[in-house]
């Protein structure tokens, strides 16, 4: 690798981070940003693959919606990594529907 191949995969990571930074801002306002190392980590985990960290913020999106906007920084990091580790492993989204609850039987019955 020369010297400016290593800066063009330095700087090509860099603006992943940004963009990935400045859509959690945009996408998810009531929650605190992880930090860049945080995103720099999930990059390096799945093999520098923008789509699939950016899968697991947008699955990280939907779950605030449901949870009324309320989650905590440590929730919202451990969600999305979750699920873009499924999306890594599996390399499809599942086809559930965000809204759908199953209401269980009472037991007690």
């Known amino acids: ?16 981070i940004d963009a990935l930074e400045k859509y959690w801002k945009h996408a998810l306002p ?3 940003a992880p ?3 945080q995103f720099f980590l999930w990059l390096k985990m799945f093999d520098y693959a923008f789509d699939t960290v950016l899968f697991g913020v ?10 009324g ?15 873009a ?17 199953v209401e269980r039987e009472s037991v007690a019955a």
């Open 1 to 16: 690798m020369t010297p400016e191949q290593l800066n063009e995969y330095v700087e090509l990571n860099n603006r992943k």
């Open 30 to 32: 009531t929650v605190e």
């Open 35 to 37: 930090s860049r190392e």
């Open 58 to 67: 947008d699955e990280t999106v939907g779950k605030c919606q449901r949870l």
């Open 69 to 83: 906007g309320k989650m905590s920084p440590d929730h919202a990091v451990r969600f999305c990594s979750a699920c």
């Open 85 to 101: 580790i499924r999306f890594h492993k599996t390399g499809t989204r599942l086809n559930i529907p965000a809204d759908k609850f």
